[in-house]
């Protein structure tokens, strides 16, 4: 099979795309035949050494895919699936996976669209609803909505009656969001923006990028509001004094974090969004595992539009 290897940390270049035995399934796992890889921010940090936990080297990166089962216990040969993480990598033509990590994918989805699933929309399903608690009638900001974290967010907050406000930096990723179900849009680049927000008075913020903004969200918040962290790439000084006027909460969120229970809850969410058309990922940019180190740069680059997705088959009609 061919698949992404990293020997060493460092630039994108560092994934080479080789030819590598086939992985064979042992009586508990599942071999899937991978058709799309989503790329998530965590994949960069990752590649470049600038995580937390690290994988040993070498190794195969990619956490979300979507494909169809080759064999294993549970699953019919040939049945759709997406990936909730795998044993040996997604960025590959197969992936070796735990029964768990293996999830129906309805044929309404594409793979592409399913390789943008598991951390993208369990990250906004585990911060709306199973960290903040999110209610019907409530206003949500997504601080950062025209990526894949955002763009599930700005869904389902949408269908579960919240009032929703987005940002974005570009006319197209405003477009999106406003696309997506966004009541509200605002430019985060835009002079003046949080004027606009504050008049709104958010019961609820999702943040994708707390280092910039977190002092700012704590004054947006109406009175008992929450903040939940979601993304944050260095320090920032907060007053917390805003947290003591408003009886405000902030709270942390890890995807990894996520107790069985919760990830029960969140594939069941993610099953019934797909099926009752509550969710539809939006794919913006898709590249071949060749073109990975591209599909790196453009995640990190901003103008966010939705998910960016590797093909790891050469035909995309498959996708
Ligand atoms: P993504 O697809 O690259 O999207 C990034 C989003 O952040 C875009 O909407 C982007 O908007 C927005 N953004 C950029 N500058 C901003 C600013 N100054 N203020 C507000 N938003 C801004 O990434 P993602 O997959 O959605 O992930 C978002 C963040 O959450 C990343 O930092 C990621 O590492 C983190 N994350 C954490 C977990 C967890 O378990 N805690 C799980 C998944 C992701 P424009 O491009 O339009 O400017």
């Not at 590959?92 to 129906?104: F, K, M, R, S």
């Not at 009638?137 to 919240?162: D, F, K, N, Y």
């Not at 993304?231 to 917390?240: A, L, M, N, T, V």
């Not at 809850?265 to 009752?276: K, P, S, T, Y």
Request: net charge neutral; charged share 20%; aromatic share 6%.
């Amino acid at each position: 099979m061919r698949a992404i290897v990293v020997n060493e940390f460092g630039e994108p270049e560092v994934m080479k795309v080789q030819e590598r035995p086939d992985p064979v399934p042992g009586p508990d796992q599942v071999l899937v035949e991978v058709h799309a890889t989503g790329v998530n921010p965590v994949d960069i940090y990752i590649r470049s050494g600038k995580y937390g936990r690290l994988p040993q080297l070498p190794y195969t990166p990619g956490t979300d895919a979507a494909g169809v089962v080759r064999s294993g216990p549970g699953f019919e040969p040939g049945a759709r699936v997406y990936l909730a993480g795998s044993l040996t990598g997604t960025c590959a033509e197969l992936a070796l996976c735990a029964p768990e990590q293996v999830h129906p994918l309805p044929e309404s989805t594409s793979f592409e669209q399913g390789a943008g699933l598991y951390v993208p929309y369990g990250t906004a399903y585990r911060a709306l609803f199973l960290r903040a608690h999110a209610r019907p009638g409530e206003t949500v900001l997504v601080h950062g909505a025209s990526g894949g974290v955002g763009q599930a967010a700005v869904q389902w907050a949408r269908a579960a009656g919240l009032t929703v406000l987005g940002t974005a930096s570009t006319e197209p990723g405003l477009d999106l969001v406003r696309r997506l179900g966004a009541h509200h849009v605002f430019n985060h680049a835009a002079p003046g923006y949080l004027d606009e927000l504050r008049a709104l008075r958010p019961n609820l913020i999702l943040e994708m990028l707390a280092n910039v903004n977190l002092e700012n969200d704590l004054s947006l918040l109406a009175p008992r509001g929450r903040v939940v962290v979601i993304g944050s790439r260095g320090k920032i000084e907060i007053d917390p004094r805003w947290t003591m006027t408003g009886d405000l909460t902030l709270l942390g969120l890890s995807l990894a974090n996520a107790s069985p229970e919760e990830m029960g809850q969140i594939h069941a969410a993610i099953r019934a969004g797909l099926e009752c058309a509550i969710l539809s990922p939006v794919v913006g940019k898709t590249f071949s595992l060749e073109e990975a180190p591209a599909a790196h740069r453009a995640v990190m680059q901003g103008g966010a539009f939705g998910k960016v997705v590797l093909r790891t088959t050469s035909s995309p009609a498959r996708c």
